[in-house]
């Protein structure tokens, strides 16, 4: 990581491809399937059902192990990288488009990785808006691809990070990260101060905007998902707002924590951890508020 840990502090663009040694073991399995199938090939019987299956295993083993080992590697000798990240968005590929789909960090809330069986992934959280105008745009049978994703993974998009030269763990790290930043630098950008001292008080009422219930400055905020957690209590969703020249302000960012029937405690750890991951990607001391939404069901 320290490669990567450097290009991350310098803000370079960062390249990633997939590990061909990572998927040798798998490569190399199917060849080896597709060579023992030649076995059945050269069976007497030239009607048999056997000879016929080990015909298939030879397509599909020697083949399919091929493929498996020649995309990575015709990958590297063309310089064409799985994942590409940059201050302001990141591109990933699609191999049966031959094009990369970009993801712009102004739509994404945060990042977080969701495994599926053996496979990796980062999921993308959008903002609601974003969200929004993704499903407006797809057609019928990638919206119905969204909703299963979505049920999957608790995202409607996701980054493939299956096998790549970094961990997928990594690999999300340094999305947030950039996302922070390029927060950070909008702020600048946008002529808000970089720092705002925060009043004495630790919540802030939501009444002029027709909210029963308070905001909390990000310091404030982190301990009442920290008490949730204590108590097993799920947060199950929170709006971000912003505090300006003493007003405070509504922001399109929201954030939400879907069950997907697992225990009451498994459920409030994922929750805890989403909604931490989330505050985390905020600046510090920016004037950001949150409000959360919390299970009335839970004592």
């Not at 597709?34 to 009607?47: A, Q, R």
């Not at 909604?275 to 009335?296: H, K, M, Q, R, S």
Request: aromatic share 12%; glycine share 8%.
């Amino acid at each position: 990581m320290s490669r990567y840990s450097d290009e991350q502090r310098n803000g370079e663009k960062i390249k990633i491809y997939q590990s061909i040694w990572k998927i040798l073991p798998l490569a190399v399995g199917g060849l080896l399937f597709g060579l023992l199938c030649t076995i059945l090939t050269k069976s007497d019987n030239p009607d048999s059902t056997g000879r016929l299956m080990g015909w298939f295993g030879v397509i599909f083993g020697i083949g399919g192990g091929a493929i498996i080992l020649l995309g990575p590697i015709l990958h590297r000798v063309l310089h064409t990288p799985y994942i590409i990240i940059h201050n302001d968005r990141v591109d990933f590929y699609q191999p049966f488009k031959y094009t990369y789909q970009t993801i712009y960090f102004n739509d994404v809330k945060m990042f977080h990785v969701s495994k599926v069986s053996s496979a990796e992934y980062i999921a993308v959280d959008y903002k609601s808006e974003a969200m929004k105008q993704e499903r407006e745009k797809a057609s019928d049978i990638k919206r119905k691809l969204m909703n299963i994703n979505f049920r999957i993974t608790g995202s409607i998009a996701n980054i493939n990070a299956t096998k790549m030269t970094i961990k997928a763990e990594d690999i999300c790290s340094i999305l947030n990260n950039r996302l922070k930043g390029f927060r950070e630098n909008a702020i600048t950008k946008s002529g808000s101060p970089q720092t705002y001292q925060f009043p004495s008080q630790d919540k802030y009422s939501l009444e002029e905007h027709g909210v029963n219930g308070y905001a909390y400055p990000k310091d404030e905020a982190l301990k009442i998902v920290e008490e949730c957690y204590q108590s097993a209590k799920p947060i199950l969703a929170g709006d971000v707002y912003m505090l300006k020249g003493g007003k405070i302000e509504a922001t399109s960012d929201c954030w939400y924590c879907t069950r997907m029937g697992e225990s009451d405690f498994d459920y409030a750890a994922r929750s805890y951890r989403g909604t931490t991951d989330f505050i985390n990607n905020y600046p510090d001391d920016a004037g950001y508020l949150f409000y959360f939404v919390l299970d009335e069901n839970r004592e």
